[in-house]
């Protein structure tokens, strides 16, 4: 009997990433690994596993696992800084999106879960809906910049103080749980309210400094254990001192001329989400296909 675990130990001596197929790993996960829910995009992956520093990405064939040197848990900070660069986040993501259109093969865990619970219509509507969304973003960057923080951005606050709020009501807390959720969700409603007075200028220089800070802080460590040489960077010594010195040029020129950055990162935007939108339509599109090719199955119905 073997667990996943059991083929880790090469992460603590220097290896960055262990590959192990699944036919070799004969019990379930345990209780220690939580299903992650926001990471850096890989190509291929189903799913995306946290058990403290070990970060597993499922594929269909294989459990692909690296140490992060951060615990997002524990550390989120040093985690975005140091294991998620901004400009890292951004360049996996066009690599994602652009595999993931060209991938033939039907994943056999994602794609059962697929026509089990989604159909292909939903996914090409989604798909047109996003690319017109980017579109827009590329036609008319500065009334969707605008948008964001006049509009979207607060009516976001206000409904996470909705939640926090409705979930103070649910049975079975105790008074001192339900008077804490509660005055949580107060102070969250009061911050969206007062988020739609807030002026644009202070919106931007609030975006700004935070988008310098993280490529600055990024730069830094990356360049810093670039320094210590190849064993201090075990998950790519070139890669990793590319991305140090573009995230101190980027931080640079965002202080110099603020206004190309936001262009820029604003149309980084919209091609990620006409990318994204493209991807769903083909990948709607393909799972149409692939129910067609599947007993018993028409459209992602039980046939008669």
């Given at each position: 009997?073997?667990?996943?675990?059991?083929?880790l130990?090469p992460?603590?001596?220097g290896?960055?990433?262990?590959?192990?197929?699944?036919?070799?790993?004969t019990?379930?996960?345990?209780?220690?690994?939580?299903?992650s829910r926001?990471?850096?995009?890989?190509?291929?992956?189903?799913?995306?596993?946290r058990?403290?520093r070990?970060?597993?990405?499922?594929?269909?064939?294989?459990?692909?696992?690296?140490?992060?040197?951060?615990?997002?848990?524990v550390n989120?900070?040093?985690?975005?800084?140091?294991d998620?660069?901004?400009?890292?986040?951004?360049?996996?993501?066009?690599m994602?999106?652009?595999m993931?259109?060209?991938r033939?093969?039907?994943?056999?865990t994602?794609?059962?879960?697929?026509l089990?619970?989604?159909?292909?219509?939903?996914q090409v509507?989604?798909?047109?809906?996003?690319?017109?969304?980017?579109?827009?973003?590329?036609?008319?960057?500065?009334?969707?910049?605008f948008?964001?923080?006049e509009?979207?951005?607060?009516?976001?606050?206000?409904?996470v103080?909705?939640?926090?709020?409705?979930r103070?009501?649910?049975?079975?807390?105790?008074?001192?749980q339900?008077?804490?959720?509660?005055?949580?969700?107060?102070?969250?409603?009061?911050?969206?309210?007062?988020?739609?007075?807030?002026?644009?200028?202070?919106?931007?220089?609030?975006?700004?400094g935070?988008?310098?800070?993280?490529?600055?802080a990024?730069?830094?460590?990356?360049?810093?254990?670039?320094?210590?040489?190849?064993?201090?960077?075990?998950?790519?010594?070139?890669?990793?001192?590319?991305i140090?010195?573009?995230?101190?040029?980027?931080?640079?020129?965002?202080?110099?001329?603020p206004?190309?950055?936001?262009?820029?990162?604003?149309?980084?935007?919209?091609?990620?989400?006409?990318?994204?939108?493209t991807?769903?339509c083909?990948?709607?599109?393909?799972?149409?296909?692939?129910?067609?090719?599947v007993?018993?199955?028409?459209?992602?119905r039980?046939?008669?």
């Amino acid at each position: 009997m073997t667990r996943l675990d059991d083929y880790l130990h090469p992460l603590h001596e220097g290896i960055w990433e262990v590959v192990i197929p699944k036919e070799t790993v004969t019990e379930p996960l345990d209780s220690g690994w939580k299903k992650s829910r926001i990471n850096v995009p890989s190509p291929g992956t189903i799913a995306c596993y946290r058990k403290g520093r070990y970060h597993v990405h499922e594929t269909g064939t294989k459990w692909r696992v690296h140490l992060d040197r951060y615990d997002p848990a524990v550390n989120p900070l040093l985690h975005l800084i140091d294991d998620a660069p901004l400009l890292l986040m951004i360049s996996d993501t066009f690599m994602t999106l652009i595999m993931e259109t060209r991938r033939s093969e039907m994943r056999s865990t994602a794609d059962t879960l697929s026509l089990e619970k989604r159909i292909w219509q939903e996914q090409v509507v989604s798909g047109i809906i996003l690319f017109l969304v980017g579109f827009s973003i590329l036609n008319n960057p500065r009334i969707f910049f605008f948008r964001i923080f006049e509009l979207f951005i607060p009516c976001a606050i206000i409904g996470v103080a909705a939640v926090v709020i409705v979930r103070a009501f649910r049975p079975g807390l105790v008074d001192g749980q339900k008077t804490q959720n509660l005055v949580r969700g107060v102070i969250v409603l009061c911050a969206g309210i007062f988020a739609f007075y807030l002026p644009l200028d202070l919106w931007i220089l609030f975006l700004l400094g935070i988008l310098a800070l993280w490529m600055i802080a990024s730069a830094v460590m990356l360049l810093f254990r670039v320094a210590k040489g190849r064993h201090a960077v075990p998950e790519g010594f070139f890669s990793r001192m590319a991305i140090g010195i573009l995230s101190l040029g980027a931080a640079v020129t965002l202080m110099v001329s603020p206004a190309g950055i936001l262009a820029i990162l604003l149309f980084v935007l919209g091609a990620i989400t006409i990318l994204l939108g493209t991807t769903l339509c083909i990948n709607g599109l393909r799972l149409r296909r692939w129910m067609s090719r599947v007993p018993g199955r028409e459209d992602g119905r039980e046939s008669a």
